[in-house]
């Protein structure tokens, strides 16, 4: 695979629509410094997903797009596009030219495409994962890359070898499935926390569920007895529906008897009406005739007019005809008589120019002897030059080497002597590190005792400061409560004393004198309220006292029978309604004999209806008539037993509302007073009052406590952020020892492996020095012989050139005389060439006169034609003409005719209507009669159908279904009774939510599809805690393997391209493989190792081209885009980048952006940038062969 063509539009300052085709091998692209040579780069980034804008050399990523110059407006997007050949299929996806592109929008809107199909950055991402293709890579290469790589931070080249080693796909995959194991987790106790609150709803809706149920078996029951009863109303409805509509059918056979005879008569009119409208029509199309042959006479005329004017027309034409074919046939006879003498002289051309051409190819067959014999002599030449100057390049090469190897000893021989130096040095280093490392532990062993001690203040703290939060929010769970009961009786007393305010509960002739009383003082004067208001019971005996006072509870108390009188007349004025009054100054007390209170007092429990309340003493008349004779027992059992002993003489009523009356009588069962007495809601009300006040109380008690449970915390939150910052600021110190002893021990065990490597360098360049010693000597011996051969040579090209110089002289001759025969030969062929074209023309004339001949004879022969024609054309109009003239003739009396009949059928019109006036009166009297019956039948379907609106309403029944729960109901009173009791039932059960059962049902179906959801979501944590595992074992073997082999491969580059030294990588944590840091370490020839930022420049950049070129001998990338990352080194670096990258171009295809003469020369083809226009750059390419000399200017 390899990148085939690039191709960038709007893209920075390629405003013009630009392709780049790239071959195998090296192409470099060239340009002075702002010509946009490095925004092909950039472009190469941009299109595989490059989302930094600070990579890109922009501030925005809308800087990408042609911003305009001065003479050139911004465009308003950019596109790149960037082709692989993929038929080596490395791309899993089965094209073998795979286009990507990436499109930007100055809205910001940004476009991804996969061989024109839209698609996302991820599918291309997820394509290109582990090929070393993307902006991640190692396939894209620029100065940022390289100070990258060379970076202080090891962590930060990691990416780099991840995607050498191949373990970027795993790395994606275990970073998917740890988030899925995130969002399991959380899913998990998303769901552990809803099966809690669904299992706190369970309980309660279950009650309203069973609640629910209960309220519909009544409600069936209703609906069962209340449907039948309307379905009894709706069949009464029908009876008399039946009845109207019997009255209906007999008036609408009269109707109907009408109707015909009405219809009859219409009928008759219309015919009448008819057989005028076909008189009309008759008429009209008489009349439409006589106009149609007044036309046809015109139009005859004006034909016979025209024949006449044509056939004079034709005579004229014929004559011209004739005269124009005898002038083409003289014409003819002279261009015929030209024809044969250009003929004669094309014959004696032929002849001239057939001798010419013989001579020509005589003397072009002596000319190429002359010129092959030249042609060898020139080559045995450049073959004596080119051996000369591959002999002095071989002597050149030599006398370098042996420079160098000299140069290379004296070099040696130093080293040596700086070794010995460096390794004393290094020796006392040594010794320093480590009296400074065992200085170190100490202070490390000192101060990890005091975090000990630290993490036990904290987790005391933290203990405490949990048991004050959990205690706070026991006491905020508890006012929350407190309030919300607060809250319910609160509103619970507001509805009980708007209760009151509006009197609910009282007959309605008593709320309005009430309310009249209140609004008009004058009326209100001397009226003290209802009896209710106007006592006070003793607990527990609210529905005993209201049943004993019965309906007198709301007889309303005043002072005297004036007063009362007062309100009565007020009453019957407004007609209010009736209320009984009753007046101080008129009522009497009554009492208890002493013989009646010695039996009363026999009984125990027993108590006097007066004696179980409070009330002022100015009403003891009032509330002595009404309850002094009355008892409250406990139970009916003693009251029917004090009944009797009373021989019934008092009204007893039981503290559970039963009543004895007066005479024997016994009222009881169960009743509403309980939950709505006017009483009990006296009583609720005090009781509410008081359960408020002592609520309040608490709610302030438990407000003080959660506040001082809130300061406690916020104590504890204060000690432990110091608490945590002192610890923060010794893990610190600790993390800087340990960094500092870690530092130490690397620098000790560098120092150990660096004298191991000093000594084992020393003897390896004493054998070197030896070696390169015998080498030196040998090359000596060589330049003499090829100085010996050089010297030979030159004395052959003499003679050589002297025979080049004869041959040349007579080539020059040949070459003179042919030049003066063939432009002889030329100027014949253009003569014979003009001749053909004459007769040619002269030819095709002749035909054209020929054709123009026959075009006018068969004119002449279809005008001849067309005059016979017209002449017999005119005879026959002319006798049409006749005929048109007797038939208009014949018309008009047709017409008269026609009028008279007209006039008799409208005389009959004219009876007809008159009879079915007469008809149409008898027809609206029966109508009327009619209406009358429907008005009624209309309203009895209304209330037929307002039942039927019930049905629906209130039952969602329509009548036939109905119908089915029809049953016989002969006593409609104990229906109308049962249907009370289950009302009472219904209204007994309090609120109902109905959608309880189903509500239930649904939560209990949730609550264990969740349960089954949080078994599955725990197997899912299982198994991507197990596939996790799994990816970092295969991550951690084939990272091991693949660093080796780069490790291996960078310290062969490095003494490649640096002439000796030694490169070395080092995983910084061999626990942690796949996190840790990645250390790079240098050491060019000639000096010691140490820090890649000690560095030069040079080096630095050498460096990490060589790291480079050892990842892409491991894995090779399809593409490397190099931009001028070799600018750092000098010339002979340069070179030696070159050469390796020429012998990387076998696996790998190279773009290099370059301004190094060296580069350029290695290249198999170049782009030059240039900006002819100002702002906008243009592609120039050139593209070498075998012939050409790569010579290019710096």
Same mark, same amino acid.
């Given at each position: 695979?390899?990148?085939?063509?690039?191709?960038?539009?709007?893209?920075?300052?390629?405003?013009?629509?630009?392709?780049?085709?790239?071959?195998?091998?090296?192409?470099?692209?060239?340009?002075?410094?702002?010509?946009?040579?490095?925004?092909?780069?950039?472009?190469?980034?941009?299109?595989?997903?490059?989302?930094?804008?600070?990579?890109?050399?922009?501030?925005?990523?809308?800087?990408?797009?042609?911003?305009?110059?001065?003479?050139?407006?911004?465009?308003?997007?950019?596109?790149?596009?960037?082709?692989?050949?993929?038929?080596?299929?490395?791309?899993?996806?089965?094209?073998?030219?795979?286009?990507?592109?990436?499109?930007?929008?100055?809205?910001?809107?940004?476009?991804?495409?996969?061989?024109?199909?839209?698609?996302?950055?991820?599918?291309?991402?997820?394509?290109?994962?582990?090929?070393?293709?993307?902006?991640?890579?190692?396939?894209?290469?620029?100065?940022?890359?390289?100070?990258?790589?060379?970076?202080?931070?090891?962590?930060?080249?990691?990416?780099?070898?991840?995607?050498?080693?191949?373990?970027?796909?795993?790395?994606?995959?275990?970073?998917?499935?740890?988030?899925?194991?995130?969002?399991?987790?959380?899913?998990?106790?998303?769901?552990?926390?809803?099966?809690?609150?669904?299992?706190?709803?369970?309980?309660?809706?279950?009650?309203?569920?069973?609640?629910?149920?209960?309220?519909?078996?009544?409600?069936?029951?209703?609906?069962?007895?209340?449907?039948?009863?309307?379905?009894?109303?709706?069949?009464?409805?029908?009876?008399?529906?039946?009845?109207?509509?019997?009255?209906?059918?007999?008036?609408?056979?009269?109707?109907?008897?009408?109707?015909?005879?009405?219809?009859?008569?219409?009928?008759?009119?219309?015919?009448?009406?008819?057989?005028?409208?076909?008189?009309?029509?008759?008429?009209?199309?008489?009349?439409?005739?006589?106009?149609?042959?007044?036309?046809?006479?015109?139009?005859?005329?004006?034909?016979?007019?025209?024949?006449?004017?044509?056939?004079?027309?034709?005579?004229?034409?014929?004559?011209?005809?004739?005269?124009?074919?005898?002038?083409?046939?003289?014409?003819?006879?002279?261009?015929?008589?030209?024809?044969?003498?250009?003929?004669?002289?094309?014959?004696?051309?032929?002849?001239?120019?057939?001798?010419?051409?013989?001579?020509?190819?005589?003397?072009?067959?002596?000319?190429?002897?002359?010129?092959?014999?030249?042609?060898?002599?020139?080559?045995?030449?450049?073959?004596?030059?080119?051996?000369?100057?591959?002999?002095?390049?071989?002597?050149?090469?030599?006398?370098?080497?042996?420079?160098?190897?000299?140069?290379?000893?004296?070099?040696?021989?130093?080293?040596?002597?700086?070794?010995?130096?460096?390794?004393?040095?290094?020796?006392?280093?040594?010794?320093?590190?480590?009296?400074?490392?065992?200085?170190?532990?100490?202070?490390?062993?000192?101060?990890?005792?005091?975090?000990?001690?630290?993490?036990?203040?904290?987790?005391?703290?933290?203990?405490?400061?949990?048991?004050?939060?959990?205690?706070?929010?026991?006491?905020?769970?508890?006012?929350?409560?407190?309030?919300?009961?607060?809250?319910?009786?609160?509103?619970?007393?507001?509805?009980?004393?708007?209760?009151?305010?509006?009197?609910?509960?009282?007959?309605?002739?008593?709320?309005?004198?009430?309310?009249?009383?209140?609004?008009?003082?004058?009326?209100?004067?001397?009226?003290?309220?209802?009896?209710?208001?106007?006592?006070?019971?003793?607990?527990?005996?609210?529905?005993?006292?209201?049943?004993?006072?019965?309906?007198?509870?709301?007889?309303?108390?005043?002072?005297?029978?004036?007063?009362?009188?007062?309100?009565?007349?007020?009453?019957?004025?407004?007609?209010?309604?009736?209320?009984?009054?009753?007046?101080?100054?008129?009522?009497?007390?009554?009492?208890?004999?002493?013989?009646?209170?010695?039996?009363?007092?026999?009984?125990?429990?027993?108590?006097?209806?007066?004696?179980?309340?409070?009330?002022?003493?100015?009403?003891?008349?009032?509330?002595?008539?009404?309850?002094?004779?009355?008892?409250?027992?406990?139970?009916?059992?003693?009251?029917?037993?004090?009944?009797?002993?009373?021989?019934?003489?008092?009204?007893?009523?039981?503290?559970?509302?039963?009543?004895?009356?007066?005479?024997?009588?016994?009222?009881?069962?169960?009743?509403?007073?309980?939950?709505?007495?006017?009483?009990?809601?006296?009583?609720?009300?005090?009781?509410?009052?008081?359960?408020?006040?002592?609520?309040?109380?608490?709610?302030?008690?438990?407000?003080?406590?959660?506040?001082?449970?809130?300061?406690?915390?916020?104590?504890?939150?204060?000690?432990?952020?110091?608490?945590?910052?002192?610890?923060?600021?010794?893990?610190?110190?600790?993390?800087?020892?340990?960094?500092?002893?870690?530092?130490?021990?690397?620098?000790?065990?560098?120092?150990?492996?660096?004298?191991?490597?000093?000594?084992?360098?020393?003897?390896?360049?004493?054998?070197?020095?030896?070696?390169?010693?015998?080498?030196?000597?040998?090359?000596?011996?060589?330049?003499?012989?090829?100085?010996?051969?050089?010297?030979?040579?030159?004395?052959?090209?003499?003679?050589?050139? /002297?025979?080049?110089? @004869?041959?040349?002289? #007579?080539?020059? !001759? $040949?070459? =003179? &005389?042919?030049? %003066?025969? +063939?432009?002889? *030969?030329?100027?014949?062929?253009?003569?014979?060439?003009?001749?053909?074209?004459?007769?040619?023309?002269?030819?095709?004339?002749?035909?054209?006169?020929?054709?123009?001949?026959?075009?006018?004879? /068969?004119?002449?022969? @279809?005008?001849?034609? #067309?005059?016979? !024609? $017209?002449? =017999? &054309?005119?005879? %026959?109009? +002319?006798?049409? *003409?006749?005929?048109?003239?007797?038939?208009?003739?014949?018309?008009?009396?047709?017409?008269?005719?026609?009028?008279?009949?007209?006039?008799?059928?409208?005389?009959?019109?004219?009876?007809?209507? /008159?009879?079915?006036?007469?008809?149409?009166?008898?027809?609206?009297? $029966?109508?009327?009669?009619?209406? %009358?019956?429907?008005?009624?039948?209309?309203?009895?379907?209304?209330?037929?159908?307002?039942?039927?609106?019930?049905?629906?309403?209130?039952?969602?029944?329509?009548?036939?279904?109905?119908?089915?729960?029809?049953?016989?109901?002969?006593?409609?009173?104990?229906?109308?009774?049962?249907?009370?009791? $289950?009302?009472?039932?219904?209204?007994?059960?309090?609120?109902?939510?109905?959608?309880?059962?189903?509500?239930?049902?649904?939560?209990?179906?949730?609550?264990?599809?969740?349960?089954?959801?949080?078994?599955?979501?725990?197997?899912?944590?299982?198994?991507?805690?197990?596939?996790?595992?799994?990816?970092?074992?295969?991550?951690?073997?084939?990272?091991?393997?693949?660093?080796?082999?780069?490790?291996?491969?960078?310290?062969?580059?490095?003494?490649?391209?640096?002439?000796?030294?030694?490169?070395?990588?080092?995983?910084?944590?061999?626990?942690?493989?796949?996190?840790?840091?990645?250390?790079?370490?240098?050491?060019?020839?000639?000096?010691?190792?140490?820090?890649?930022?000690?560095?030069?420049?040079?080096?630095?950049?050498?460096?990490?081209?060589?790291?480079?070129?050892?990842?892409?001998?491991?894995?090779?990338?399809?593409?490397?885009?190099?931009?001028?990352?070799?600018?750092?080194?000098?010339?002979?670096?340069?070179?030696?980048?070159?050469?390796?990258?020429?012998?990387?171009?076998?696996?790998?295809?190279?773009?290099?952006?370059?301004?190094?003469?060296?580069?350029?020369?290695?290249?198999?083809?170049?782009?030059?940038?240039?900006?002819?226009?100002?702002?906008?750059?243009?592609?120039?390419?050139?593209?070498?062969?075998?012939?050409?000399?790569?010579?290019?200017?710096?």
């Amino acid at each position: 695979m390899y990148l085939k063509k690039l191709e960038l539009y709007g893209f920075k300052s390629f405003a013009n629509k630009i392709e780049m085709n790239f071959d195998q091998g090296v192409t470099g692209v060239v340009g002075p410094n702002g010509s946009g040579k490095s925004n092909i780069s950039d472009g190469i980034k941009w299109v595989l997903g490059e989302q930094s804008v600070k990579t890109l050399r922009g501030s925005k990523m809308e800087d990408v797009i042609f911003a305009g110059t001065s003479n050139r407006k911004p465009l308003g997007m950019s596109e790149v596009s960037l082709t692989l050949d993929n038929s080596s299929q490395l791309l899993p996806i089965e094209y073998e030219e795979v286009t990507i592109t990436r499109r930007m929008y100055r809205s910001g809107e940004s476009e991804y495409y996969l061989n024109k199909s839209a698609c996302r950055l991820k599918d291309i991402r997820e394509l290109l994962m582990d090929t070393g293709i993307g902006k991640d890579g190692y396939s894209i290469i620029g100065q940022g890359k390289i100070d990258e790589i060379l970076s202080s931070k090891s962590e930060d080249r990691r990416q780099l070898f991840e995607e050498a080693a191949g373990i970027i796909k795993y790395k994606h995959r275990k970073n998917d499935a740890e988030k899925k194991l995130t969002t399991t987790k959380d899913n998990l106790i998303r769901v552990t926390d809803i099966l809690q609150e669904l299992e706190n709803q369970l309980e309660p809706l279950k009650k309203q569920s069973i609640k629910a149920q209960k309220y519909s078996q009544l409600r069936e029951t209703l609906i069962r007895l209340e449907v039948n009863l309307f379905i009894k109303e709706i069949d009464k409805i029908d009876e008399e529906l039946k009845h109207v509509h019997e009255q209906m059918e007999m008036l609408q056979k009269s109707l109907s008897t009408q109707e015909i005879e009405k219809k009859n008569h219409v009928k008759n009119f219309e015919k009448i009406q008819e057989q005028i409208d076909l008189n009309e029509e008759e008429t009209a199309n008489h009349q439409n005739d006589f106009y149609k042959v007044q036309q046809e006479i015109g139009k005859k005329e004006g034909e016979i007019s025209v024949n006449q004017e044509k056939l004079l027309h034709y005579n004229e034409n014929i004559a011209r005809l004739n005269s124009e074919v005898s002038d083409i046939k003289t014409i003819i006879t002279n261009h015929t008589k030209d024809l044969e003498d250009k003929l004669q002289h094309l014959k004696t051309v032929d002849i001239e120019l057939e001798d010419l051409e013989r001579k020509v190819q005589k003397q072009v067959l002596k000319y190429q002897g002359v010129n092959q014999l030249k042609t060898l002599k020139e080559e045995d030449i450049e073959k004596s030059k080119s051996f000369i100057i591959e002999t002095l390049n071989d002597i050149s090469d030599k006398k370098s080497e042996s420079n160098s190897l000299k140069t290379l000893i004296q070099t040696m021989e130093q080293r040596i002597q700086q070794i010995n130096k460096e390794i004393q040095d290094l020796e006392s280093k040594n010794e320093e590190g480590h009296r400074k490392l065992n200085d170190l532990q100490q202070n490390l062993n000192q101060l990890q005792m005091r975090l000990k001690e630290r993490n036990k203040a904290i987790e005391l703290t933290i203990n405490n400061k949990t048991t004050m939060e959990r205690e706070s929010k026991e006491l905020n769970k508890k006012i929350e409560k407190i309030k919300g009961e607060i809250q319910h009786k609160r509103s619970k007393k507001n509805l009980i004393e708007e209760m009151e305010r509006e009197h609910d509960g009282y007959n309605k002739s008593v709320k309005n004198i009430l309310t009249a009383c209140k609004k008009d003082n004058v009326l209100g004067k001397d009226v003290y309220g209802v009896v209710a208001n106007l006592l006070k019971v003793s607990k527990g005996y609210e529905v005993a006292l209201e049943t004993a006072l019965g309906f007198s509870i709301q007889n309303i108390v005043t002072k005297s029978e004036e007063d009362a009188k007062r309100l009565i007349s007020y009453l019957k004025r407004h007609n209010l309604g009736r209320v009984t009054f009753l007046p101080i100054t008129a009522m009497q007390k009554k009492f208890i004999n002493q013989e009646e209170m010695k039996i009363i007092k026999g009984f125990s429990n027993v108590k006097t209806a007066i004696d179980v309340i409070n009330y002022d003493t100015e009403f003891i008349n009032v509330f002595s008539n009404l309850l002094s004779r009355v008892l409250i027992v406990p139970d009916l059992d003693i009251g029917v037993k004090i009944a009797k002993a009373l021989n019934y003489r008092f009204k007893i009523v039981t503290i559970a509302g039963d009543v004895l009356n007066i005479g024997g009588s016994l009222t009881g069962g169960s009743s509403a007073l309980k939950g709505n007495s006017i009483l009990g809601r006296k009583r609720e009300l005090e009781e509410l009052s008081e359960a408020i006040e002592f609520m309040d109380k608490d709610y302030k008690v438990l407000q003080e406590k959660s506040h001082k449970a809130t300061n406690t915390i916020n104590k504890l939150d204060e000690e432990l952020k110091e608490l945590n910052e002192k610890q923060q600021e010794e893990r610190i110190q600790e993390a800087t020892i340990i960094s500092k002893i870690q530092q130490a021990e690397e620098e000790n065990n560098q120092t150990t492996n660096y004298i191991k490597l000093l000594n084992r360098e020393k003897i390896e360049l004493k054998k070197a020095e030896e070696e390169t010693l015998v080498k030196f000597n040998i090359i000596g011996q060589e330049v003499k012989l090829l100085e010996e051969k050089i010297t030979n040579t030159k004395q052959i090209l003499v003679d050589y050139e /002297e025979n080049l110089l @004869k041959g040349k002289q #007579e080539i020059e !001759n $040949l070459n =003179d &005389e042919i030049t %003066k025969d +063939k432009i002889n *030969l030329a100027s014949m062929k253009e003569q014979k060439k003009a001749l053909l074209h004459e007769i040619v023309n002269l030819q095709e004339t002749i035909k054209t006169n020929e054709m123009q001949i026959l075009q006018k004879n /068969e004119e002449i022969k @279809k005008s001849n034609q #067309e005059y016979n !024609n $017209l002449e =017999d &054309e005119l005879l %026959k109009n +002319k006798k049409q *003409l006749e005929n048109l003239l007797l038939n208009i003739s014949k018309s008009q009396r047709n017409i008269e005719k026609l009028r008279d009949s007209k006039q008799n059928l409208i005389q009959l019109q004219k009876q007809s209507k /008159e009879m079915l006036n007469q008809v149409e009166i008898i027809v609206k009297d $029966l109508n009327e009669g009619a209406y %009358k019956l429907d008005v009624k039948c209309t309203r009895l379907e209304m209330q037929q159908q307002t039942f039927y609106n019930k049905l629906w309403e209130e039952y969602e029944l329509t009548y036939n279904n109905a119908k089915d729960m029809q049953e016989d109901i002969s006593d409609h009173t104990n229906v109308a009774k049962e249907i009370k009791t $289950l009302k009472d039932g219904i209204k007994a059960l309090g609120h109902i939510n109905l959608e309880s059962i189903e509500e239930y049902e649904k939560i209990k179906e949730r609550y264990e599809f969740l349960h089954q959801q949080k078994d599955d979501l725990e197997k899912a944590r299982q198994a991507l805690l197990k596939v996790i595992k799994e990816m970092e074992t295969i991550m951690e073997k084939q990272f091991l393997q693949e660093f080796a082999k780069i490790k291996k491969n960078f310290n062969e580059v490095f003494i490649k391209l640096f002439g000796g030294g030694k490169g070395q990588l080092v995983l910084e944590d061999e626990e942690n493989i796949l996190n840790c840091g990645i250390e790079i370490i240098a050491q060019p020839p000639g000096k010691k190792l140490q820090n890649l930022s000690l560095l030069s420049g040079g080096e630095r950049a050498l460096t990490a081209i060589s790291l480079l070129f050892g990842i892409l001998l491991v894995k090779p990338s399809p593409f490397c885009v190099l931009d001028e990352i070799e600018a750092a080194l000098d010339d002979a670096n340069v070179t030696r980048f070159a050469k390796f990258l020429q012998e990387l171009s076998c696996d790998t295809q190279f773009i290099v952006v370059t301004h190094r003469k060296g580069t350029m020369e290695c290249t198999d083809a170049l782009y030059g940038v240039t900006m002819e226009e100002e702002g906008i750059s243009k592609i120039v390419s050139v593209k070498f062969t075998d012939d050409m000399d790569k010579e290019i200017a710096s």
